[in-house]
């Protein structure tokens, strides 16, 4: 009896000795998909899915929040976490943000100083228009999607990068795809982007003119990484394993635990 117990309680303490430090260990992210424009029916779906990833990889915890209190350096009261928490950002928000000033200075220095990661889904580029430097930051801002949902040729430009090496060069996916304004690549490493060749670049409302539609990039900021795709206005692109291994790299690559080459480059010649 005395044996027995004793190997229970060894192996109870192998079970706690192997499993807290893992969950300790585990990093923070805190996801956000504040609405103050269109509403997205898939952001609640967007915010499950980036949840579910972190809980079943074992990589990340996520703190799912409809507001941004939580963006702020300054201590919070009720057991609030601020941005000393976190390890990354991710938005799948629109409009202008119920943020201060302090709060946006506190969000740049998150990334640019602290060296931590911020992810946007669609619509984080239809956010903050008011905030010139958020729209460097992320890339570029919303101009309309001219072809409204359809089946997207889209071309990986790099597939080297972290999540893109199980999408094929080429491939057609059914979404809604953003024309993007305020873009340059000389701030961006293009990683997929929309195959002009295969759309009407008549269609009303299509403003570029160098027939460069990116979907999704990636670029260091500061000492911190950005991510944005432009994918997933629809719930079951949300459902792709494609897709999902995309973010679960992405959201490993802007937390520094994974290489990745973001120096920015021109579009491909043919």
């Known amino acids: 009896m005395k044996l027995a117990r004793f190997m229970f309680i060894l192996l109870c303490s192998l079970l706690v000795a192997g499993t807290l430090p893992a969950q300790s260990n585990r990093k923070k992210l805190l996801a956000i998909g504040e609405?103050?424009?269109?509403?997205?029916?898939?952001?609640?779906?967007?915010?499950?899915?980036?949840?579910?990833?972190?809980?079943?990889?074992?990589?990340?915890?996520?703190?799912?929040?409809?507001?941004?209190?939580?963006?702020?350096?300054?201590?919070l009261d009720g057991n609030a976490?601020?941005?000393?928490?976190?390890?990354?950002?991710?938005?799948?928000?629109?409009?202008?943000?119920?943020?201060d000033e302090q709060q946006k200075a506190d969000f740049q220095s998150f990334i640019r100083d602290d060296g931590k990661g911020f992810l946007g889904a669609h619509s984080a580029n239809d956010t903050f228009y008011k905030w010139p430097e958020y729209g460097e930051m992320i890339g570029g801002y919303f101009d309309l999607h001219?072809?409204?949902?359809?089946?997207?040729?889209?071309?990986v430009e790099d597939r080297n990068f972290p999540g893109m090496q199980q999408f094929p060069p080429t491939f057609t996916i059914h979404d809604e795809i953003y024309q993007v304004k305020d873009f340059s690549r000389e701030r961006v490493r293009v990683l997929m982007?929309?195959?002009?060749?295969?759309?009407?670049?008549?269609?009303?409302?299509?403003?570029?003119?160098?027939?460069?539609?990116?979907?999704?990039?990636?670029?260091?900021?500061?000492?911190?990484?950005?991510?944005?795709c432009g994918l997933g206005h629809r719930e079951e692109v949300w459902d792709r394993?494609?897709?999902?291994?995309?973010?679960?790299?992405?959201?490993?690559?802007?937390?520094?635990l994974i290489p990745g080459d973001a120096t920015p480059r021109p579009m491909p010649v043919k």
């Open 81 to 99: 976490k601020n941005l000393d928490f976190f390890d990354a950002i991710f938005f799948y928000t629109t409009g202008e943000l119920a943020m």
């Open 146 to 155: 001219p072809w409204n949902q359809f089946q997207a040729p889209i071309i």
């Open 193 to 228: 982007r929309l195959d002009a060749d295969k759309v009407d670049l008549k269609t009303k409302g299509v403003h570029r003119t160098d027939k460069d539609f990116a979907v999704t990039w990636a670029r260091n900021y500061g000492k911190g990484r950005v991510f944005y």
């Open 35 to 75: 609405v103050k424009g269109f509403q997205h029916d898939s952001v609640s779906h967007a915010l499950g899915t980036i949840w579910k990833i972190g809980q079943e990889s074992g990589l990340y915890d996520t703190y799912i929040r409809t507001d941004t209190q939580l963006i702020t350096k300054k201590k």
């Open 241 to 256: 394993p494609d897709v999902q291994k995309m973010w679960l790299e992405a959201i490993k690559w802007t937390m520094g």
